[in-house]
């Protein structure tokens, strides 16, 4: 083997040795760093498992016994008396149905009565019902829930002002959309209510 050959058998050797001393040092750092043991989240645990309707009706009738049901629409209709109203809805909120949000609150008007109308839904196992309370048309009052949901403060703002229902122990009862002297000629604060079904728009003729 000559001079030339000799030196670079022994260049290509020690830069082998010094790669492998890196690598083995890389390893170290690598396996010191590592965690000693992995964390395998099983989401299965942590999913709520849904009740059938006929379990949420046997739930309800628990929490409000004179409650009556339609099973007829796309979700449970639960029809319950106004002063029944509120501690159901609180129990809806804080029990194991857990409806968490509140996506739709109105009111209907039947001529003979009213008809408050909540759709609850709960973000957790995605099951939804709605909530009647017949109300009194000539004298129509029943407890506000914007305590359980924030949401339902300007919504009942907006059908106290179009229906006129007085929501008891709401902190902040006024009008939401129309002006106290309304051009079209009607005023809410007299006792017409544009949404109710004997309102006539004066100027448009429009009678329901």
């Known amino acids: 083997m000559s001079k030339a050959t000799r030196v670079f058998y022994w260049q290509k050797t020690a830069e082998s040795v010094w790669q492998a001393d890196l690598s083995d040092q890389r390893e170290k750092v690598i396996a010191k760093e590592k965690p000693a043991f992995t964390t395998v989240l099983d989401l299965s645990a942590v999913v709520t498992e849904e009740m059938t309707q006929e379990e949420i009706k046997q739930y309800i009738s628990s929490l409000a016994p004179t409650a009556n049901f339609d099973e007829t629409g796309e979700w449970l209709n639960v029809i319950v008396e106004a002063s029944a ?3 159901l ?3 809806l909120r804080t029990g194991i149905l857990e409806m968490n949000y509140l996506f739709c609150l109105t009111c209907v008007d039947f ?3 009213l008809t408050m109308v909540y759709h609850l839904s709960a973000t957790t196992h995605r099951q939804s019902i709605v909530i009647k309370a017949t109300l009194n048309r000539e004298n129509p009052v029943v407890e506000t829930v914007c305590d359980i949901w924030r949401t339902a ?3 009942e ?8 229902v007085h929501f008891t122990h709401h902190p902040d009862l006024r009008r939401l959309i129309l002006e106290e002297e309304n051009p ?3 005023d809410s604060s007299k006792g017409y209510y544009p949404l109710r079904k004997d309102f006539e728009d004066p100027i448009n003729m429009i009678k329901l």
């Open 157 to 164: 703002r907006e059908v106290f002002e179009m229906f006129g």
């Open 89 to 91: 809805m609180s129990s």
């Open 85 to 87: 109203l509120k501690p």
């Open 111 to 113: 001529k003979t009565h």
């Open 153 to 155: 403060e300007f919504l």
């Open 184 to 186: 079209k000629g009607f």
